[in-house]
Each structure stands twice: as structure tokens, then as C-alpha cells.
């Protein structure tokens, strides 16, 4: 019994039927995580971007290094030091949230040169036409090349998406019972492996497929002119 919940192991399709409350329980887990840390990294991956885009060397040098860093290390050692090293300085963050973050943090530094190609691949005279219009820098970011980069770069951002969904599992090393957790737990308690993980990797191709059909309908429905704005 798991979550309150009895599983009968006399029949595979029983089993399998009375146990899948308790993996739907853990897809919901993985999907909040999957969204907080993509909004995470959708956010900060921009922000890096921009300052590392920046003219000043002060600016543009240490956002490199830092995505540098974010890149190149590996997520299970991010999370580790988010949820055992952060305490000893008072910062006490869920589990959860602790995952949802270095996922977003890790994904952080990819995205970031996903924005920085879309945002390349404005021509440079959308720029002049905004400094002869007298628009501050921030403003010609935000109104003309923003909107002109992102529909570019939608299915590449789907792409990272899908991968922050498969990376989730990472966070059960923390005590977050997303799905392969959960499964892992059922097939500890029954001795009965096949099913739970079976199970597991059909919700996960499902989600899979949802959310790659959602990016590929949005990078359809997107015009690659660039997004109107009011």
C-alpha cells in the first residue's frame, strides 16, 4: 500500500489498474517540476543571454562564466549543492522546489544560447531602424528583437522541454516522489518490477508526445515575422 492505496499482485492487469492512481499521483509531480523548472530556465536563460550580449566586458565576462559553470557541471552535483550546502547558510528550500530550481538553473545556461541565436538572427537593421526611431536599448530589446527572435527558436525551447522532463527522475535522489520514484517504491513493496516501470515508461512517452505536439502546434501557429504587439 502506497498513498493510502491497496494494490491486488493475484492478476498483472489488476495490478496494473490498482496502482495507477499512485503513478498519476507522481506524473503530476513530474509535471509541475518539468514546468517550474522550465520557467526557471526560460527566465534566467534570458537573462543570460542578454548580459552576456552586453558591450561591457564587466558584464559579459562573469554571465559567461557563470554559464560556463551551469553547463559544463553536472545536475546531480547543482542539486546536491542546493539541498545539503544551502542549509548550512539558512537558506532552507523544500525538496521540491530545491529540484524545480536546478533543473531550471542547469536548462538556464542551453537556453541562453538558444536566445542568443534567435536574437542574432534579427538582421542588424532592425536595430538601426529602432536607434533612428531614438528607442532606448532596453525598449529595442523588448519591442523590436525579442518578438522577432522567439518565433524562431520555439522548437529548439520544445526541445529543451522534453529534456527537462526526462532529467525529473534525477530529483527522487532528494526525496521528491515523481513517477520513477513512486514505481520504484511499488516494485520494492510488491516485488514486482516489470509492471510499475512498464507503466512509467508509457506515461512518460505519452507526456512526451503531448508536449512535443503542443511546441510543434505553436511553432505552426507563430508568425515567423515576429510576434504583433499592441
Known amino acids: 500500500m502506497l498513498f493510502g492505496i491497496e494494490w491486488d499482485t493475484s492478476n498483472d492487469w489488476i495490478f496494473a489498474a490498482s496502482i495507477l492512481p499512485i503513478l498519476l499521483r507522481g506524473m503530476v509531480v513530474t509535471i509541475q517540476a ?27 565576462w562573469p554571465a559567461r562564466a ?9 545536475l546531480l552535483v547543482q542539486l546536491f549543492f542546493l539541498y545539503y550546502v544551502l542549509p548550512e547558510y539558512g537558506i532552507l528550500l523544500p525538496a521540491f522546489l530545491t529540484g524545480a530550481l536546478a533543473l531550471g538553473l542547469q536548462y538556464s545556461a542551453y537556453m541562453s544560447e538558444v536566445y542568443r541565436a534567435g536574437i542574432e538572427s534579427v538582421t542588424h537593421g532592425q536595430t538601426e531602424a529602432a ?29 529543451y522541454l522534453v529534456s527537462i522532463m526526462k532529467d525529473v527522475p534525477v ?8 513517477m520513477l520514484r513512486v514505481a520504484q517504491i511499488i ?8 509492471i510499475p516501470l512498464s507503466m512509467v515508461g508509457v506515461l512518460y512517452l505519452i507526456m512526451t508526445l503531448v508536449a512535443s505536439a503542443g511546441v510543434r502546434y505553436l511553432d505552426n501557429r507563430l508568425p515567423k515575422q515576429g510576434l504583433p504587439l499592441k
Open 34 to 60: 518539468t514546468v517550474v523548472g522550465f520557467a526557471v530556465a526560460a527566465v534566467l536563460g534570458l537573462v543570460l543571454a542578454g548580459l552576456k550580449s552586453a558591450r561591457l566586458r564587466v558584464i559579459s
Open 66 to 74: 557563470i554559464s560556463e559553470f551551469l553547463r559544463d557541471t553536472p
Open 131 to 159: 536607434r533612428a526611431l531614438d528607442l532606448s536599448p532596453l525598449r529595442t530589446f523588448t519591442v523590436v528583437i525579442l518578438p522577432q527572435a522567439i518565433p524562431r527558436i520555439v522548437p529548439a525551447l520544445g526541445n
Open 171 to 178: 530529483l527522487s535522489v532528494v526525496s521528491v516522489l515523481e
Open 187 to 194: 516494485g520494492d513493496r510488491s516485488f514486482h518490477y516489470v
